[in-house]
């Protein structure tokens, strides 16, 4: 190669290579694609059902109602494929606590208990706050500040007393005496039905006489011992029985016949729940109202819990819907009621 030709392709290379340099110079950072940020791949997955470990501090089975929310809480696991340690404290709050206990240490999602009296859980719902676990308040409230339960969910009860009082007082046509069987002392549901009938009753019914009320602490066994108690004190005076709950109202029901009188026409029946007994005494004539109060809380509890687990916040009231039921009609209610 001449000297010449040789120094021209020197400087052709010498050419090629800065170019290519240029070329491989990398871009300004705003057009490089974005590096996916750390945090975002070290992110934990989003929770689905099958994921979810769920604790329930259920009170027992004192009443066809409190059946009916114990056979939604597990089918409705079932079917979502969730987790369920289920425990039945036997009406003892002690034993709620316990429960409460061992789910913290077992350190499931979420707990959901319903309280069986109102007062008394400020320490273990802190020990499940310390331990990041959020607790849901299922069917009955709890007297704690509002940062101890992400959510209750269940019905408006002071509500449910004052349509029961309403019932009551236009079936009574605005005059008489009734007795009232309460629910268990201390609970929300007992406390709250009391609180909406006694009121409305004062305020719009000054000529019906609440003769005397008495636990039968939701039970279809205590409501029948009290009625009798009732029936014996007052021989003849009584004109309408409110049960806090149709299963003490059924109790109420047989203490009256066995004094020989006719439920539903002596002595007006008014209750709470809409369980599929007291549509077969209102069918069969023995009972004349209920007002609903719905169990079947499983769907609600598991969406709130799931979305609980994966850190998002839920209302913190969760109403349920519910109706109320005649006898005119409950023949006809019946084949559609599921509990
Ligand atoms: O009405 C009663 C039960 O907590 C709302 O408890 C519930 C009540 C229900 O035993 O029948």
């Not at 240490?105 to 320490?123: F, K, R, Y």
Request: glycine residues 10%; charged residues 25%; negative net charge.
């Amino acid at each position: 190669m001449k000297g010449v030709t040789k120094s021209f392709y020197l400087l052709l290379v010498f050419v090629m290579v800065l170019s290519l340099a240029a070329c491989s110079t990398p871009a300004p950072a705003a057009a490089e694609e974005p590096a996916a940020p750390a945090a975002e791949e070290a992110a934990p997955a989003e929770k689905t059902y099958q994921d979810l470990v769920v604790g329930f501090a259920q009170i027992g089975a004192e009443s066809g109602w409190r059946t009916a929310e114990t056979d939604s809480i597990k089918a409705e696991a079932e079917t979502l494929g969730v987790k369920l340690q289920f425990s039945d404290a036997q009406q003892k709050q002690e034993n709620q606590i316990k429960a409460i206990r061992s789910f913290i240490a077992q350190q499931v999602d979420v707990i959901g208990v319903a309280p069986v009296v109102e007062t008394g859980w400020e320490t273990v719902f802190a020990e499940a706050k310390d331990a990041g676990i959020p607790i849901i308040l299922v069917d009955r409230r709890a007297d704690v500040s509002d940062d101890l339960f992400a959510s209750f969910i269940g019905s408006d009860f002071v509500l449910e007393g004052e349509n029961a009082c309403m019932e009551m007082g236009e079936l009574l046509g605005g005059a008489g005496n009734i007795v009232e069987l309460e629910g268990t002392v201390g609970a929300g549901p007992a406390i709250d039905r009391k609180k909406g009938f006694d009121d409305c009753m004062a305020a719009n019914y000054p000529d019906i006489t609440i003769l005397e009320s008495q636990t039968g602490d939701f039970t279809r066994a205590k409501g029948k011992e009290v009625m009798e108690a009732f029936l014996k004190t007052y021989t003849g005076e009584i004109n309408g029985v409110y049960a806090h709950n149709d299963d003490m109202a059924l109790g109420a029901i047989q203490a009256i016949e066995e004094a020989g009188l006719k439920p539903a026409e002596d002595i007006i029946i008014v209750s709470i729940d809409g369980v599929k007994g007291i549509f077969e005494a209102m069918a069969a004539g023995k009972a004349n109202v209920t007002v609903e109060c719905n169990p079947l809380l499983g769907p609600q509890f598991y969406e709130a819990a799931l979305t609980l687990a994966n850190g998002g916040s839920v209302e913190k009231w969760i109403k349920s819907n519910e109706g109320i039921f005649r006898a005119d009609t409950a023949a006809e209610d019946l084949p559609t009621r599921t509990y």
